[in-house]
């Protein structure tokens, strides 16, 4: 394996490009969307600085065990999540097949097999709620569904209360929506930022904990 500048690495067995992140993470090129990548090579070799400083922020500091990851595209924050803690139970979900398919190949490629991937649509064909009574309670949850969040949120109806930490990229108007809905259930925000308050990455960003 060879590796070039903005870290791109040529896996020379697989024939496939590999990106590497700064922080380790390497994900197969042809998985991430090209203005991630053209992102990437135009600043810091991170995915989204700001809002992985919260994320990281939140694995040191709280008792997180369950990771729930919405919208998990090729898989970057369950493999970040993974990288923190080896013990970390993740779940990953994408409206996506491909997605999905692409996250599963990341894992494999960074040596880790169980983060269970799953496609689902929500909450068009499963909700939050279900989830939740799988796990029975959530210490962190990461919603980017580029414009669903609020429907995802009350999606949870009155379990939303067994989620601890609760990460939304935001898309336009859902920023406020997502903002009343959880104030409605008892959550603080301790981060409220729209997209145009955050460098180099395109979503609003809210943190609510209970």
């Not at 700001?50 to 919208?71: C, M, P, Q, Y």
């Not at 097999?113 to 909450?123: E, L, N, Q, T």
Request: hydrophobic letters at 40%; proline letters at 2%.
């Amino acid at each position: 394996m060879a590796e070039s500048q903005n870290g791109q690495i040529t896996s020379t067995s697989m024939k496939r490009p590999i990106h590497k992140y700064n922080n380790g993470i390497q994900c197969f090129k042809d998985t991430i969307y090209e203005a991630a990548l053209e992102r990437y090579y135009t600043s810091i070799n991170l995915h989204e600085p700001f809002e992985e400083t919260v994320f990281d922020h939140i694995l040191k500091n709280s008792e997180i065990r369950t990771f729930v990851d919405i919208g998990s595209a090729w898989g970057y924050y369950s493999l970040k999540a993974k990288f923190f803690d080896r013990t970390i139970k993740v779940l990953g979900i994408d409206g996506d097949q491909n997605m999905v398919k692409y996250a599963h190949a990341n894992a494999l490629l960074n040596d880790i097999s169980d983060i269970d991937f799953r496609y689902a649509v929500i909450p068009k064909n499963i909700s939050l709620l279900d989830i939740i009574l799988e796990t029975e309670k959530i210490d962190l949850i990461k919603i980017d569904i580029q414009g669903d969040a609020t429907d995802a949120l009350r999606s949870a109806n009155g379990s939303i209360a067994k989620i601890n930490n609760i990460i939304v990229g935001t898309h336009g108007s859902e920023h406020d929506d997502c903002i009343k809905l959880l104030l409605e259930h008892g959550f603080q925000l301790k981060l409220n930022l729209t997209s145009d308050e955050i460098p180099i990455q395109p979503d609003g960003l809210l943190w609510a904990f209970r």
